[in-house]
């Protein structure tokens, strides 16, 4: 029996064999820039410009995720929960929902997509991904 | 600097557990298994102390670990240990399948999405605010899922605890503690091998779970955990371990609520097996002294007590059975065109047909894998809608435990155990 579970186990581990020359055919060796690069990019996409952006933001303040979408808007700040633990979010969006005020009250916005930034938040800042808009007054 | 400080405090993790581990006489068994209950331990302590509004500090959190761990060793320092196996070809095996699965995490190919979502965020508010932040659970903005048990994003925090603490600085190594879910295949295998008596049947386990995981895309959040508790609890059971078993299954209860019926099917095949509750009731006071610990932390601050996750809306539609029977050997691929079920489902089968009397002792473990696959069709038979995309999302994940215990029954029912530990 030790040699059916020898084989076996080199049968199974034919198909992590598989999967290993696909990637290594279609991807380069490099430091990933997410935590979900090869695996989610339109995650992966979120999170390089939230990771991007978090520089610009400092600890203690407040920020907002503005988005085209409601989806894109939940979606980048239950990513942002992670990355700006130590930031009040005051999020436009929150489980597809909009919220009351719509984030007005954060310092920081940030703008995923074209940066263009809200009218009350003129200081702008491009970051890969979008923009960082500070409002002067929040 | 702080993902070698991260990997460091995972290390420290087994002198928190030696304690629960003491009886264990093969060295790496005894530290693949201080590891599990370490980290039981320290989310245990973790949970209690912010029950009790005391603020989580590295030396608060491991000195009273390593202090009973310490005791207990001295206590039982004559161990005749017993002497492993070390099969060239097996081992080689086992070190391929953990890097498989670890390095599918560093490339990002196998990080699960929810890991970005919530549970590494739980991790950084729980290092931030060194407790088990029940503000934010109950937060306007709360995270998803604030009903799932603490112990993967307590041991994640952990981490960060302990790097910020000792470097001073507090930034989430988020790859790296990801990659830290091979850390628990390969603190599962020498338990699994020490239970088992049979490196060959370890490596085959060690390759089917390490492409499984891979596939299933776990790094980072708590399947990797779960599987293992499960499947060191199970067998345990069949190797007569039964403090150990109840250990496991106290920590995969303070895992993922999954556990519950996985746990719930396995004690039906031991009252089987026992044809008495004496066992199932340890194993089930354990496995609800685990769960008992979470709901009290819910009901101390306020939560819903108990699991939100499995809505049964007790409405079967029937035309779901096609699509189910459809779906389901797709989602049983494994990450090896479903290999692994096959191979040892053939090894049953032989046993089965030459060596009956051998499948008894796997009783505990053959069981519940039909118990399961019933529970899974129960629960699609109630869903409304995107049927076949939900159990490709979630099937490959909740079938690993039966898969597990399959691989786990064919190698104590082949019995090709190390003749010298007989």
Redesign the interface.
Known sequence: ??R???I?????????LV??SS?LRT?R?EV?A???????PQ??AY?RFLAAARPLVPAGSSYTIKASTADDET?L???S??LY??VT?Y?AT?VWQPQPGGGSEAKYVLVYGAPECPADAPSMHIVAGGAVCVRDKP | MSVLMYVLAYALIPMMGLSLASSIDSRSARIGFAFLAGALLLTIEATLFTMVCVPWQLILLSLPLVLASAIVLWRRRQVVWRREDTNPVAITIIVVAVLHFLFSIITTQSINPDYVLFWGTKSVHFAMSRSLDACYLMSRFAPPRIDYPPLLPIVQAWGLLFSSDVLFSAEMPWITAAAMSALWLAAAVPVINWLTGSIHATAFWTAAMAASLAFCGSGGNAEAMLVMYISVGAAAIVAGRTSIAAIAFAGAMLTKEEALVTIGAILIGVVIYDRGIRRAAILAASSAAGASLWFAFQRRFGMHVGYDRVTLTHTFHWSNLPTIFREMPKSLAAGCWGLSWLIALAIIIYIAVKMPARLKIAIPLLVPIPLLFAFFVYLYLQYESSLAMKMWWVLPRLSMPALSLLILAAAFAADDRMRAHD
């Open positions: 029996m030790r059916v579970w020898m076996g186990a080199i049968i199974v581990l034919c198909g992590p999967t290993w990637f991807h060796i990933p997410s935590p979900t690069e090869n695996d989610q995650l992966a999170w979606q700040f239950m990513l929960a992670g633990a130590d979010p999020p929150y």
